[in-house]
């Protein structure tokens, strides 16, 4: 709720003549964390794609392919400039179910 007072010295007017009523604002809304990051979403809202994470894992789906072809990962990391312990990091994302998978395509990750 609005501060009556508050408002009505912003507005120059006399407190009686505001509706403490309409100070009132209802919406729905939604709570958003990642990582130390909290979002308020107000009324209707579309799902928050985590665009890092959906390439992080497209890579790492990729990087699989290469590795069952016997591609180390040493090798992989080297194309990067990296060494093979980010790209081992990386790998594990290939190996998320598919539940979880989905609702990160579907930005309802937590």
Request: overall charge positive; charged content about 25%; proline content about 5%.
């Amino acid at each position: 709720m609005l501060s009556l007072s508050a408002l009505a010295q912003s507005l120059g007017c006399d407190p009686d003549a505001l509706n403490p009523e309409k100070l009132i604002i209802k919406a729905d809304f939604q709570l958003r964390k990642k990582g130390v990051e909290s979002k308020i979403i107000l009324g209707d809202f579309e799902a928050d794609l985590d665009q890092t994470m959906i390439r992080a894992m497209t890579k790492a789906h990729g990087w699989m392919k290469e590795v069952r072809k016997d591609v180390s990962a040493a090798a992989i990391g080297r194309r990067h400039g990296w060494t093979d312990a980010p790209v081992r990091q990386r790998l594990k994302l290939a190996f998320l179910s598919p539940k979880i998978t989905r609702a990160i395509l579907q930005g309802n990750n937590p």
